[in-house]
């Protein structure tokens, strides 16, 4: 398997502007995650999917923030407008389960840099 | 709630020299407890897992951790550094039961010549 891919690597936009974000978990996973890292914050947990269903976006910051999982195979996280603090690397995650010992498979990454 | 502290933001070692990480943990009850590496520029790689098996854990690279639950505490060691071992490490850990996965702040690891 190719692993957990995620589109685009980089990002630079303006603020105001929408950004998505796309990921392809690792086929067969059930679970697919989105997390934020930054120097101050360290990683954070976004938001989870189970089976295409969002469980819990607790983690999500605001409203400007959205996830959508529409397939097993494919994920967006959208930031809507986007604003400089926003600026991070986010990355997506998938694992067969979501508990336990269950390993979670991360993406490279997208580093998203907002103006 | 659970939680695990990194102490050590950046850690320097020679090349050959032994690899410590430290991480200790904070739990209600004994947690599973991962230690996750980081390379420049790619997304976090499982080094290793403790799921209460053995208490001696030994992962990828060369790289094995010790549960201690009379220290809480779960280190990353390994006996010779090398400069492919420069990357950011994160001790995580989760309660049996639950299903969050905490992480640490992180350990940057440097190997010097």
């Known amino acids: 398997d190719a692993g957990v891919i995620q589109s685009p690597r980089h990002e630079v936009t303006e603020m105001g502007q929408e950004v998505t974000l796309r990921c392809k978990p690792i086929?067969?996973?059930?679970?697919l995650f989105w997390y934020r890292q930054t120097m101050m914050r360290g990683l954070e947990l976004l938001i989870y999917?189970?089976?295409?269903?969002?469980?819990?976006d607790s983690g999500m910051p605001e409203d400007r923030f959205s996830a959508k999982m529409p397939n097993a195979s494919f994920s967006t996280l959208k930031i809507q407008p986007s604003e400089p603090r926003d600026s991070a690397v986010y990355f997506c995650?998938?694992?067969?389960?979501?508990?336990?010992?269950?390993?979670?498979?991360f993406g490279p990454g997208t580093r998203l840099t907002v103006l | 709630a659970q939680s695990v502290t990194q102490l050590g933001s950046h850690v320097s070692v020679s090349e050959g020299a032994l690899v410590l990480l430290r991480c200790n943990y904070s739990?209600?009850?004994?947690?599973?407890l991962f230690w996750y590496v980081q390379y420049p520029n790619q997304g976090l790689q499982l080094l290793l897992k403790?799921?209460?098996?053995?208490?001696l854990v030994k992962g990828i690279n060369g790289f094995e951790a010790e549960f201690k639950k009379s220290e809480t505490s779960f280190h990353l060691t390994k006996p010779s550094a090398h400069m492919s071992d420069a990357a950011e490490y994160f001790c995580?850990?989760?309660?049996?039961?639950?299903?969050?996965?905490?992480f640490g702040t992180g350990t940057q690891l440097k190997v010097e010549l």
């Open positions: 995650a998938s694992s067969l389960g979501f508990g336990g010992t269950d390993t979670q498979y």
């Open positions: 086929s067969g996973h059930d679970y």
């Open positions: 999917f189970n089976n295409n269903v969002p469980i819990d």
């Open positions: 739990s209600s009850v004994p947690p599973y």
């Open positions: 403790y799921t209460s098996a053995a208490t």
């Open positions: 995580a850990v989760r309660i049996p039961g639950g299903n969050k996965l905490t």
